[in-house]
């Protein structure tokens, strides 16, 4: 089945650590997203690629590295520098920018 | 002012009743629009694409009023299984998707 996979879907790390959350997708999409969602909160965009090898800083970059040197697969590392990193991290891409975006099932981070 | 907003509600109402939601966003060059339902600690799932001249899809509807800048959401004869929050996405013209808050739904018996 096509999708996109997000693992682990639950982390904890202690503060100070660094955490990568994985995202692979078998859509041949060419956008992929990373999103962060607080409660009660929508979602803020953390970064996005267009393409492979390319990537844009979203609204709350700070703190967070992607990577993206396949098209399936969409890292976001979690450094020390996030001061709040405890939240729900959920991944999506899209055929191009801009159009619908398919979600993973998300990944709950708690910083201990 | 954000760029995109929402009432976050809760919406309560009862079964079979007829409720509506609106979305303001800020910029006029925006091209595209969604809604998304997102049922609690689980992903958004897209509901709709919300298009120009308005359209429908059983007891949803979406309309797009681009002169005041804002998208409805219409959700007619509400059942339980529609209590969820409901995201309204904004296609702002650098292809950036940008959330509103979420509105949520609580439908009662």
């Known amino acids: 089945d096509g999708g996109i996979t997000q693992s682990p879907k639950y982390l904890f790390r202690k ?7 994985s995202c692979e997708q078998n859509l041949n999409h060419d956008a992929m997203y990373w999103y962060r969602q607080d409660p009660g909160q929508g979602l803020r965009l953390i970064y996005y690629s267009q393409i492979v090898n390319d990537f844009q800083k979203g609204d709350i970059a700070e703190g967070y590295s992607v990577s993206r040197e396949k098209k399936e697969s969409f890292p976001l590392t979690v450094t020390s520098a996030q001061k709040n990193p405890t939240a729900f991290y959920l991944c999506a891409s899209s055929v191009e920018q801009g159009a619908e975006l398919f979600f993973g099932e998300g990944s709950r981070l708690t910083v201990l | ?20 939601f609106n979305c303001t966003y800020s910029n006029s060059a925006s091209q595209s629009f969604f809604w998304y339902r997102q049922d609690c600690r689980k992903e958004p799932k897209l509901l709709m694409s919300v298009y120009s001249s308005g359209n429908e899809d ?3 509807t979406a309309q797009l009023n681009r002169a005041s800048q804002y998208i409805s959401l219409l959700i007619r004869d509400s059942k339980l299984s529609d209590s969820a929050t409901y995201l309204c996405v904004v296609n702002i013209w650098t292809g950036k998707l940008i959330f509103g808050q979420g509105t949520t739904l609580q439908v009662k018996p």
């Open chain 1, 15 to 21: 503060e100070g650590q660094n955490v990568t959350l």
């Open chain 2, 1 to 20: 002012r954000k760029e995109v907003e929402q009432d976050p509600g809760p919406f309560n109402v009862p079964e079979g009743a007829t409720v509506a």
């Open chain 2, 58 to 60: 059983g007891r949803f």
